[in-house]
């Protein structure tokens, strides 16, 4: 998704953005520019393709600019128009230059209304026409915050920008209407802004989100929010954020997936203790969180989300039916929004979003609003826009994921969304057999687990069959029960990171129609730990293995049986076997991602930016 720097204040600006736009890379982007302030005048450096084009565009020399103290900066992901040097921004029409992120949906209509005032838009992009309003306000002798502020009346869509003008070259302004945008006092002196807070760290941790019709108004002496709609001054307290500088670096590991991979374990004690009242004796201590009070009286719960975090969702109805005993429901968001659901009396909707700023998962919450039907959300990012806009939110605190594949996300989603079915199933009466208190003291020693797992020979085994197995000309992930939707974040995580095809499938809907793709050079992986499903699974695994497929196994350790059967065999350690078979999703979904980390690197794909991908989906 696109994202903006916009710098003003007494460091070399250049410098800023270009630091910042690599702290934004993540998000997903094929085009990027930056444009600065050198004496009165704008100059423009952009490109196709990775941020280093325009870097070689500075000269490599980053300190040649430094007497440009003020400028703005983009990634972008093509959404209107094709990914070249042409649509890149940064955008200059006369005096006026911005950049944007977001939509533009009256753009044919403005397109056709500012040609025929005479203009001649040099882009295929809806953002450059912004660019043309303001430039126009200008020349009707508005000054830039207003022409930016009257722009704004001819546009429809949610979109954000950053604006600078020749014409008032002190002054950079900024508007939220849509894609998130944040701000904050350079200590220094100056402002800086960015689309989230990353950029910003590596100078301050006190930042402003700005809300919905917020523009930063920033000089290099001082930042003002002025309200789009009324242009009043408004109040905006900064948060302070605890993400230190040194967790946005690699700490040694090759890639961010890799070691955000590794980082599970951290990612969910920390989900824990940012949730659990830590005084407490008693088995999921939830109690306190405003969102647990909420769903004390839910009657039935819908889970929301896009992707892998739709995945999350699907193993959370699993726990909830079986701990809480409650009628649960799972929607892509996207299909949710527009369908006609029926919803009971005391339904609750559930949004799940890493990012807290997927487009149709916010619809979903927003309508729900509006229907007047509770919304809870579950998000990594505090100040996201869904932390403000759902009734209230579970935070996992799994700390800033910069691949794009979600990975400790995903597990610290599992884990909130288990938090709540042990909490509801006891707040409800649901647990006659007194099993809940014996499956938190095993939920609290998963991170353990998890950390010895990532350390154990079942994860060189892993290894070892992905070698093998990586010239596969397609892979089926299989499992049952809990394995179900851990196999089909399985077959996400390789189609998204390593580009083979995929399919994650119900062990027993395999031969209802794709067991007619099984042949020899097909990958069948099968996840049969030892639960209530093992044997029909295995029963699944000789349907596919006496048809050609190549099958690597997942099972426990002395489950000779099982490894027998496979042609590459990741045995589940002894240490695993006490644990219930519904936290097994905790260990089988970080072998998954490592194997496919694993065969994407051997591909040689860029596995923390894969092609075509961004990390936060901001349009529908
Ligand atoms: C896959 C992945 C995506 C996201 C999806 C929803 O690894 O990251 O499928 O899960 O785009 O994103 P959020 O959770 O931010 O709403």
Redesign the pocket.
């Known amino acids: 998704m696109c994202g903006i720097v916009g710098y003003i204040g007494s460091r070399p600006a250049v410098d800023v953005l270009v630091r910042g736009l690599r702290r934004l890379e993540y998000r997903g982007y094929d085009s990027a520019g930056v444009a600065f302030f050198r004496d009165s005048r704008i100059e423009i450096r952009k490109a196709e393709g990775k941020l280093e084009n325009v870097e070689r565009l500075l000269n490599g020399a980053i300190e040649g600019h430094a007497d440009a103290t003020c400028g703005i900066g983009h990634t972008r992901w093509a959404t209107h128009g094709k990914p070249t040097t042409q649509n890149a921004h940064p955008h200059q029409t006369g005096h006026v230059v911005i950049v944007h992120n977001g939509i533009i949906e009256n753009y044919q209509e403005l397109k056709k209304e500012i040609i025929g005032r005479g203009g001649h838009p040099k882009s295929e992009t809806d953002s450059e026409l912004f660019g043309f309003l303001v430039y126009e306000e200008m020349e009707k002798g508005l000054g830039l915050v207003e022409a930016v502020r009257a722009s704004f009346r001819h546009v429809q869509g949610a979109c954000s920008v950053v604006v600078l003008s020749e014409k008032e070259p002190g002054l950079v302004v900024g508007v939220r209407n849509g894609s998130p945008l944040v701000a904050a006092r350079d200590p220094k002196g100056g402002t800086i802004l960015a689309s989230d807070a990353q950029p910003l760290l590596e100078y301050t941790r006190e930042v402003i989100f700005l809300e919905q019709g917020d523009m930063a108004v920033a000089s290099s002496g001082e930042l003002r929010i002025v309200s789009l709609e009324t242009g009043k001054e408004l109040e905006r307290e900064a948060a302070r954020l605890d993400w230190s500088p040194e967790k946005l670096d690699k700490q040694g590991f090759p890639h961010y997936m890799l070691k955000e991979i590794h980082e599970q374990p951290g990612a969910l004690v920390d989900t824990l203790n940012g949730l659990l009242e830590r005084a407490s004796t008693a088995p999921f201590p939830l109690a306190e969180q405003p969102g647990a009070r909420l769903l004390d009286s839910a009657r039935e719960i819908h889970l929301v989300?896009?992707?892998?975090?739709?995945?999350a969702a699907q193993v959370g109805k699993y726990w909830l039916e079986r701990w809480a005993r409650i009628p649960v429901s799972v929607d892509l968001?996207s299909e949710f929004r527009y369908r006609a659901p029926v919803l009971g009396q005391g339904a609750v909707v559930l949004g799940?979003?890493?990012?807290?700023?997927?487009a149709d998962?916010l619809a979903v919450v927003r309508q729900m609003k509006a229907l007047g039907i509770r919304t809870l959300g579950i998000?990594?990012v505090r100040g996201s826009t869904?932390s403000r806009e759902a009734d209230a939110v579970f935070y996992t605190s799994a700390g800033p994921e910069i691949g794009?594949?979600?990975?400790k996300?995903?597990t610290a989603?599992l884990l909130v969304l288990l938090l709540l079915a042990g909490y509801l199933g006891l707040r409800r009466g649901a647990d006659p057999q007194g099993a809940i208190p014996p499956l938190f003291e095993q939920l609290v020693r998963v991170p353990h687990l998890l950390a010895d797992f990532l350390g154990s020979e079942a994860m060189a085994s892993a290894r070892e069959a992905a070698a093998a197995l990586a010239a596969s000309k397609g892979f089926f992930f299989i499992g049952r029960g809990y394995s179900f939707p851990v196999a089909l974040?399985g077959a996400?995580?390789l189609k998204?990171i390593a580009y083979i095809h995929a399919e994650g499938y119900a062990a027993g809907e395999l031969k209802h129609g794709p067991i007619a793709m099984i042949d020899e050079g097909m990958a069948v992986v099968v996840l049969a730990p030892r639960d209530g499903w093992r044997d029909k699974t295995v029963s699944n695994l000789e349907e596919v293995k006496a048809r050609g497929a190549r099958i690597l196994g997942v099972g426990a350790a002395d489950d000779h049986a099982l490894a027998s059967l496979c042609d590459h065999w990741v045995p589940l350690p002894a240490a695993v076997r006490p644990l219930d078979e519904c936290l097994l999703p905790f260990l089988l979904t970080p072998l998954l991602q490592l194997f496919s980390y694993e065969i994407a690197i051997r591909k040689g794909t860029d596995v923390d930016k894969p092609r075509n991908?961004?990390?936060?989906?901001t349009v529908e």
Do not use: D, M, R
């Open positions: 989300a896009c992707g892998s975090s739709w995945h968001a799940i979003s890493q990012s807290g700023e997927t998962t998000t990594n869904l794009v594949a979600a990975t996300t995903f989603q974040e996400l995580k998204e991908l961004a990390k936060s989906v």
